[in-house]
């Protein structure tokens, strides 16, 4: 019979690397951007659409009466009533910009909705007692508190393709259009006008921030560069709010909806460390299935071998 040590050998040799590799692709993995999160692509009209009692970007939807009535954002509800009384469109999200830039300076938050235990009520209250909040931060508060009082509102980000930077800006619909606010540099941003993030991403004339008059605040841009070079995503609500359906499953903590006609473009390292990290988990379960199958059919075999040294003694 063939010594099947050397084959067992390699066996175990082929499930150690093949579990090592996907732990090594793991830890790879959770140091790229928004490792944790899954990506949808759809297309960029899709997002231009107009929104009614709700909107959708991809499978995502932004149930607007459904926050409007929610009792989670009492809080919110009440801060823009006292704040920005009953202004609607890009007039609140200004209002609302210039109170949060009053409130609180530019900086690394303690939480932000990107982290599982998000609470938007905690850290809403915690940014207006003066705890410092970056542009991820403002653009969540923007958005939640215009949809707590039934203004469509979405949060968009520039995702940087590879590595960090970027900038997240909130949509806010006007009535007639969607139109981008930047609550950290507290304007409207656009080329000729304000106008929507999936228009400035096609814009051929550098960037500018407005006022809500249509008078320049910032010629050029000081984020153009940020916008440019980075692919829109939108978060789903979730996120931010925490109302609602989640539209991701397990173990993404949520979903992004990528807009435009490249696909994965600024997470091509990420899926690939996502297949190669299946892959090896497949490779590894197949050999140690295998590994284990190999050691059964070589116990049943050997018994059967025992015999024949007390056949031949008979028989001589």
């Known amino acids: 019979m063939q010594n099947p040590g050397p084959r067992r050998q390699t066996s175990r040799l082929c499930v150690f690397f093949a579990f090592a590799l996907a732990l090594l692709i793991l830890a790879l993995t959770k140091t790229l951007p928004y490792a944790t ?13 107009q929104p009614s009692h709700g909107f959708s ?4 939807r932004w149930e607007v009466e459904q926050f409007s009535g929610d009792a989670s954002l009492a809080s919110f509800r009440l801060y823009f009533r006292k704040t920005c009384g009953d202004k609607t469109g ?8 210039q109170a949060f830039d009053l409130a609180f300076p530019f900086g690394a938050p ?12 905690a850290s809403f209250v915690a940014h207006l007692s003066g705890e410092p909040g970056h542009c991820v931060s403002r653009s969540a508060m923007l958005a939640t508190t215009l949809l707590s009082v039934g203004i469509p509102a979405r949060v968009a980000t520039f995702c940087p393709r590879l590595g960090p930077g ?34 400035i991403k096609h814009a051929s004339t550098a960037l500018r921030l407005f006022n809500v ?12 560069s940020s916008i440019a070079s980075g692919e829109l995503v939108y978060p789903e609500p979730w996120l931010y709010t925490r109302i609602g359906p989640r539209f991701s499953f397990w173990p993404f903590r949520g979903k992004f909806i990528q807009a435009g006609a ?11 460390c996502r297949v190669t ?11 140690l299935i295998g590994l284990l199958a190999y050691r059964d059919r070589t116990e049943a075999y050997e018994p059967r071998l025992s015999p024949g040294p007390e056949v031949e003694l008979k028989a001589s």
């Open 110 to 121: 303690k939480h932000e909705f990107l982290e599982r235990q998000f609470d938007p009520a």
């Open 166 to 199: 970027g900038h997240t800006l909130v949509e806010v619909w006007t009535g007639t259009a969607w139109v981008l606010v930047d609550p950290t540099e507290v304007g409207l941003v656009g080329s000729i006008r304000p106008t929507s993030a999936t228009e």
């Open 277 to 287: 990290f299946v892959i090896s988990i497949l490779t590894g379960l197949y050999s």
């Open 213 to 224: 008059d249509g008078s320049i605040r910032q010629d050029p841009y000081l984020l153009s």
């Open 37 to 49: 999160f899954l990506v949808e692509n759809t297309d960029a009209g899709v997002v231009a659409s």
């Open 90 to 97: 890009t007039q609140a999200a200004m209002c609302l910009s």
């Open 57 to 60: 970007v991809g499978s995502v």
């Open 262 to 272: 490249v696909r994965w473009r600024f997470s091509t390292p990420l899926l690939w």
